[in-house]
């Protein structure tokens, strides 16, 4: 199965969000989320670039901001709206 960009980030967002309150590291989202870390470190600068996620320096890990927990809500809604969707590739 191929996801698409969107779903990768809502993977990421999920993942993160899904961390401790102290944040996640990158060894845990690039494991947890299937990526390489090529594929990580482009992932990572597009979601703190659009404030989806923030790095907090002392934990050194990442956590999701409210404008990411609105995107990870309207991506599950999405699904919910059309479960067939993404099963069908």
């Known amino acids: 199965m191929v996801r698409n960009r969107i779903e990768i980030i809502a993977q990421i967002l999920e993942v993160v969000n899904e961390g401790s ?3 996640v590291p990158k060894t845990k989202i ?3 989320a299937f990526l390489s ?6 992932y990572l600068t597009i979601l703190q670039e659009n404030d989806l996620i923030e790095y907090q320096e ?3 890990a990442y956590r999701t901001t409210s404008k990411g927990m609105q995107l990870l809500v309207l991506s599950s809604k999405i699904d ?3 479960p067939n969707i ?3 590739r």
């Open 80 to 82: 919910e709206l059309t």
């Open 37 to 42: 870390y090529q594929q990580l470190k482009e």
């Open 30 to 32: 690039m494991y947890s």
């Open 21 to 23: 309150d102290d944040g």
């Open 86 to 88: 993404r099963t069908e």
């Open 58 to 60: 002392g934990e050194r």
